[in-house]
């Protein structure tokens, strides 16, 4: 059965500072999902990456997908604090089930 | 678009009682997906529709689970004689194929 873990699942990180959350999954899927969640909040989509070799960047977020490696990154530039949310990555295992990593908690220090 | 709507949005009730939620999805969508999250974790898939068919269901979701979506339209989770380990938020989404998900903004379930 398909696993999807992410690391780290805790990240604290000062402003201005670049770093890279990890997506890793057990078996074959060419669908791969990024939301954030704020506290209290319902999930919000940031992107989705469809094929291999897929890039998509939105302000400081950049997505990539690396389907022969199963593995996605979600890179963050000159982080700011409206960052502060967790990120969770969710993977199509092909049949209409989609899995949600853990998440990573991201906190940006002032 | 009026985004995906859930009632009630917290429901408290004590063990062994029957509870329903709804959803109504975004109204073009045909993909409806249930989740359940609990603190610290990321969403569990519990079923999935596709217009009035339900096609897909986690193992993990017992019998006193079950859901439907009449006419394609909004949908229902019932949870049977429920138990402490059922309480968590539970998040109904829809899409179009292979789009992202829009997610609602939950159902809060508290088990005294």
């Known amino acids: 059965e398909l696993k999807v873990e992410q690391n780290p699942l805790f990240l604290s990180m000062q402003e201005g500072k670049n770093y890279t959350i990890y997506c890793n999954y057990s078996?074959?899927?060419?669908?791969l999902y990024w939301y954030r969640q704020d506290p209290g909040k319902s999930l919000e989509s940031l992107f989705v990456?469809?094929?291999?070799?897929a890039v998509k960047q939105e302000g400081r977020l950049m997505a990539s997908l690396d389907t022969k490696a199963r593995l996605s990154t979600l890179h963050i530039t000159a982080a700011v604090h409206d960052l502060s949310a967790t990120y969770f990555c969710?993977?199509?295992?092909?049949?209409?089930?989609?899995?949600f990593g853990t998440g990573t908690r991201l906190k940006v220090l002032a | 678009d009026t985004g995906v709507s859930q009632d009630p949005r917290h429901k408290i009730t004590k063990r062994g009682q029957n509870v329903t939620f709804r959803c109504d999805p975004i109204?073009?969508?045909?993909?409806l997906y249930w989740y359940r999250q609990t603190l610290g974790q990321g969403p569990e898939f519990l079923t999935y529709?596709?217009?009035?068919?339900?096609?897909?269901k986690s193992r993990l979701l017992s019998d006193r689970f079950s859901a439907e979506r009449p006419k394609g339209s909004f949908s229902t989770l019932e949870i049977q004689r429920t138990e402490q380990g059922d309480s968590a938020m539970y998040l109904c989404?829809?899409?179009?194929?292979?789009?992202?998900?829009?997610f609602g903004d939950g159902t809060r379930l508290s088990i005294l």
């Open positions: 529709f596709q217009n009035e068919a339900q096609l897909e």
């Open positions: 989404a829809s899409s179009l194929a292979y789009q992202p998900q829009h």
């Open positions: 109204s073009e969508h045909n993909r």
């Open positions: 990456l469809l094929s291999n070799g």
């Open positions: 969710a993977v199509d295992s092909g049949t209409y089930k989609y899995i």
């Open positions: 078996t074959t899927s060419d669908r």
